[in-house]
């Protein structure tokens, strides 16, 4: 199992493997889609990232009708679930951001 991976039959409120993925997603409460748009940003936060690289570590690189419209709605949740400090800033076509607060250490480290 990748850094990505999980057991096909899972839901998206179960992680599986320790991992950075699984540490973002008991550190902030998210679903593993959510955790893997948090980890994908959060591991160069202020930087921009594309939605492709998004959707290609979503879904491992494979093709996925849809995949744009899911991703953009787990980026939404995100936002939304995040605590007080962080944002996900949506650069119209560049991608996404990620603002910390001042000290933030990651959940894997």
């Known amino acids: 199992m990748g850094l990505f991976g999980a057991d096909r039959v899972r839901s998206s409120a179960v992680i599986y493997g320790d991992n950075p993925i699984t540490a973002c997603a008991a550190a902030y409460k998210l679903t593993w889609a959510q955790a893997v748009v948090f980890y994908t940003l959060a591991v160069s936060p202020g930087r921009t990232v594309t939605v492709a690289t998004i959707v ?17 709605k787990h980026i939404r949740d995100l936002g939304r679930r995040l605590p007080e400090g962080f944002a996900v800033e949506n650069l119209h076509g560049v991608g996404y951001r990620l603002t910390v607060p001042e000290g933030w250490e990651p959940p894997w480290e």
């Open 56 to 72: 290609r570590h979503l879904h491992h690189g494979r093709k996925v009708q849809h995949a744009r419209s899911g991703t953009y």
